[in-house]
Structures are given as structure tokens and as C-alpha cells.
């Protein structure tokens, strides 16, 4: 393997890390040391960069598209460093064929009892009368058997109203913890580093951190991983707006809105970490991602650009 051919792979495995995480991630400071290391790693990440600038009827015409698309219904197991060990045309086959479908409807939540894709809200009566609504690129599986009442959280956010029945509370787990209920209204979101819980009515009990119990009351929010439960202010993360078709942002980092407005797009965002750290407040439809941004950037001094569908970019204007 050539030394260009190491550095792509480590340029796609950086773009696929940095592109999920907040611009304050100490993930940014180690890829900066990475791309100054050396000058093949910086003809790396603008040859990937170069893939994604490219317009995907492009991708489409040159073949790739179609040979991703014959892969995955054959159900052939193909890790993506494999893809990209071919060179350039792994990865156009892999950022242009199937990384695109799993932005359009997540791969790995195909086989989930309850889920959605990109852009896609959802609500579900369960057999016990407990409602869930799922936010866009979420998953839940359900076990609902004698006295047991239980929901998982693969990926994404629900918010769960659950009815009242003697002897069965509601458990929700997730990858951080657990959680028990009985007539109580919560919204769980699980993020890339910990998971976020606001609880919107009754009380909940939750097992998090080293065995941790806390007992929640309606107003409460917090945050919590395997290590700790710590509490939280209200922000858009425990908002249940969304569930009504909008993102509700109070005095919050552009940043965010952006890593909340991700799962409504298939295309790529890209924001620069100076953009990323003005201040937003407002209300912004999730339907219409491309009105949100033209808002935003009617209101804030930042120039969105798009090429095609695939990748917008929001900088600061006259950056």
C-alpha cells in the first residue's frame, strides 16, 4: 500500500469522525496535528474533500452508484476500509453509493422494531396503549410479554408517554443506563458520548453511571453516561419540539443546531468552527432544512454554499 493510499483511508476515517462531532471536540485539535504531520496528509484530505465537492450525478455516471447499489441488496458484507483499500474508486464508491443510502435510511436500524429515516418523524402505539414518537434516524426495539414492559434505545431520540399499569412499569434502557417509569411522559435522546434525559411529566427513576439511582421529577434534565448523572439545563437536546415539526433554540451555539438539524438532511453540513460558535435564538421548521439555513443566514453574518445536494458549507462571511 503506497503512502497516499494510507493517508486516504485515515483522511475518510477523520471526515466520517469530525463530521459528527461539535467543532469544540478535542477530535479537531488531534486531526489538525495529523494534517500538518505530514504533506501526503494534506493531499489526502483534498483528495477526499475533492470526492465530496464532486456532484453525485457525477458519481452515478461514472458507474459507482449502481455498484454500491447491486452490494447491498445482495447483502454482502463489506467493511468500508476494504472499499477504500481499491484507491479513489473505493472511495467514490464508498462516500458516493454507501454512505449516500445510509443517509437516506441508517443500514445498521434496518432490523429495529420501531424506526425512521432521515428527515423522518414517527409515532407508534404500543399494545399496552404507551405512546412513541421517534425523531429522524432513530431506532427502538420493544419487548412487551406478560409482566414485562421494556424498550431499547438503539440510536437517536424517542419521547415516551407511558400509560399507568399496576405490577408492569416501563423500562428503558439505552447504552448508558436504564431508566423506569409508570404514568410518566420522558424524552431520551442517546448522543455520540453520553445520553441526555428530560422528564416532562411524573417521575422517573433512573440507573446510570457506576449503579447510580436518581429518582427524576417532571422539569428535570439530565445527563448521563456509564461514569455519571450530571444535571442539566433545558436546551434544544431535551426539547420536545421537534415531535410538532420544529427546533426550538434559545440562545444556543449554531453548532448545535446544525448537529440537530443533521439527521433531517442526507446531504453532508459542514460549518467552520468560528460559525459554529455564534449564538442563535428563534424557532425553525425541520421539513424545509434548506429554509432553516436561508433564516440563519438572513439573521447571522455566515454565507451558506451548496454543491448540489450532497454538501452545504456554512462559514462566517468573508472568511
Excluded at 447491486?70 to 447483502?75: D, F, Q, T, V, Y
Excluded at 423500562?171 to 445520553?195: M, P
Excluded at 434534565?221 to 437536546?237: E, T
Aim: one cysteine or more; proline letters at 4%; a positive charge.
Amino acid at each position: 500500500m503506497t503512502d497516499l493510499e494510507q493517508a486516504t483511508r485515515d483522511a475518510v476515517d477523520w471526515l466520517l469522525l469530525l463530521e459528527r462531532l461539535p467543532p469544540e471536540d478535542a477530535a479537531h485539535a488531534s486531526f489538525r496535528h495529523w494534517l500538518a504531520q505530514l504533506p501526503v496528509h494534506q493531499v489526502a484530505w483534498q483528495r477526499v474533500n475533492g470526492v465530496l465537492a464532486a456532484p453525485v450525478a457525477d458519481l452515478r455516471c461514472s458507474g459507482q452508484l449502481p455498484m454500491a447499489a447491486r452490494a447491498l441488496r445482495s447483502g454482502a458484507q463489506v467493511s468500508r476500509r476494504r472499499l477504500v483499500g481499491g484507491g479513489l474508486a473505493g472511495l467514490l464508491l464508498t462516500l458516493g453509493g454507501g454512505a449516500w443510502l445510509n443517509r437516506l435510511a441508517p443500514l445498521d436500524q434496518l432490523f429495529a422494531d420501531l424506526r425512521t429515516g432521515t428527515g423522518e418523524r414517527r409515532s407508534f402505539t404500543l399494545d399496552d396503549g404507551s405512546r412513541v414518537t421517534l425523531d429522524a434516524r432513530s431506532a427502538v426495539d420493544v419487548r412487551l410479554a406478560g409482566t414485562q414492559r421494556e424498550l431499547y434505545l438503539e440510536a437517536g431520540a424517542l419521547l415516551l408517554h407511558a400509560v399507568a399499569q399496576a405490577g408492569r412499569p416501563m423500562t428503558v434502557r439505552c447504552r448508558d443506563g436504564q431508566l423506569q417509569c409508570n404514568d410518566a411522559t420522558l424524552l431520551l435522546r442517546q448522543q455520540q458520548e453520553a445520553t441526555v434525559l428530560s422528564v416532562q411529566q411524573g417521575s422517573v427513576l433512573l440507573t446510570a453511571g457506576q449503579g447510580d439511582n436518581r429518582l427524576l421529577q417532571a422539569g428535570q434534565v439530565v445527563r448521563f453516561d456509564r461514569q455519571r448523572i450530571d444535571a442539566q439545563a433545558a436546551s434544544l437536546w431535551s426539547r420536545s419540539t421537534w415531535a410538532q415539526g420544529y427546533l426550538e433554540v434559545r440562545d444556543e451555539p449554531l453548532g448545535e443546531v446544525l448537529e440537530a438539524l443533521r439527521p433531517y438532511r442526507a446531504g453532508l453540513l459542514r460549518i467552520s468552527p468560528q460559525a459554529a460558535r455564534l449564538r442563535v435564538y428563534g424557532s425553525f421548521p425541520l421539513a424545509d432544512v434548506e429554509r432553516t439555513l436561508l433564516a440563519l443566514a438572513q439573521t447571522l453574518p455566515i454565507e451558506v454554499s451548496n454543491t448540489g445536494f450532497w454538501l452545504t458549507r456554512i462559514e462566517m462571511k468573508n472568511a
